[in-house]
């Protein structure tokens, strides 16, 4: 299986880094795709995790205090934290997610269906390049997105944390 999973990597990163999925196939089709097979799926299947890690992670919105879920890919730091970088499909906007980890860095991830609590910190700029190189070993080139949005796109650990409740 991750011979096959390596192939479909070396194929499909390509694509992701095209003006047409950067501006169409990601922001436009994926999100709509993704809720519908999580829905069909009742949260256990990601399309993007056939490719690479990915979660659901739930915040409260910054401003609107509601609660809030967006799939994202995630890279394992090695310490049992997740790494996700708000890039946006290359816009020129942060996501809002960012902003809501921000103002709420207290938040829940699922992966694989199973739900847990997490703290999100911001990457400290000392640490920027080596959290990138992580990540580009998992999906290589995914630092153009940051190259490409002329912004500093937001890094997170998301560690996870005991849950009060169990």
Do not use: C, K
């Not at 993704?34 to 949260?43: P, Q």
């Not at 995790?49 to 910054?62: C, E, F, K, R």
């Not at 938040?107 to 990138?132: F, K, S």
């Amino acid at each position: 299986m991750t011979a096959v999973v390596d192939v479909l990597r070396t194929v499909i990163a390509p694509l992701t880094r095209t003006r047409v999925f950067r501006r169409f196939l990601g922001p436009v089709l994926l999100p709509p795709l993704e809720r519908l097979v999580a829905w069909l799926s009742d949260g256990r299947v990601q399309v993007s995790a056939l490719l690479v890690p990915s979660l659901v992670l739930h915040t409260v919105g910054a401003r609107s205090g509601e609660p809030r879920d967006v799939p994202l890919m995630y890279t394992p730091d090695g310490r049992g934290r997740a790494i996700v970088a708000g890039t946006n499909f290359a816009g020129s906007r942060h996501p809002a997610w960012t902003a809501n980890l921000l103002a709420h860095p207290d938040a829940a991830i699922t992966v694989r269906g199973r739900r847990m609590p997490v703290r999100a910190t911001q990457v400290p700029d000392a640490e920027r390049d080596a959290v990138w190189e992580r990540i580009e070993a998992q999906w290589p080139g995914y630092r153009n997105y940051e190259r490409e949005s002329g912004r500093t796109v937001r890094l997170f650990l998301l560690q996870p944390v005991r849950s009060d409740t169990g």
